[in-house]
């Protein structure tokens, strides 16, 4: 059985900044770190910040240069550095990883960035 969870989220002022920490474990033969995703209520999900096959990063436009992803693969983690961040980043922030050969998500963890 395999487990993904998720830290770091929360209560955030705008120009603030999070870090954001996904972990992977249990049955795992392979793996791989695929990204972030958030979902803003009443939203559908959305891409945030992903690795390509060949190894590099894709961002969302919106976050771009104020969000940084990055992995851990000695670890099974993946990370989001979030700075500047603005209202508009509020949402439920979800990790994704590659494991068996499967996609897996996590359950997701809240960020709200509010005065």
């Known amino acids: 059985q395999v487990q993904l969870v998720e830290s770091g989220g929360g209560l955030v002022q705008p120009g603030g900044s999070l870090r954001l920490s996904c972990a992977a474990s249990?049955?795992?033969?392979?793996?791989?770190?695929k990204g972030w995703y958030r979902q803003a209520p009443g939203k559908p999900r959305q891409l945030v910040a992903v690795?390509?096959?060949?190894?590099?990063?894709n961002y969302a436009d919106s976050v771009k240069g104020r969000f940084t992803i990055s992995r851990d693969n000695a670890k099974n983690t993946v990370h989001l550095q979030m700075n500047s961040l603005k209202p508009e980043d509020t949402a439920v922030y979800y990790c994704?990883?590659?494991?068996?050969?499967?996609?897996?998500w996590g359950k997701g963890t809240l960020v709200t960035v509010s005065s």
């Open positions: 994704k990883f590659g494991i068996n050969g499967m996609d897996y």
């Open positions: 690795f390509t096959l060949g190894g590099s990063t």
């Open positions: 249990g049955s795992i033969f392979s793996i791989t770190a």
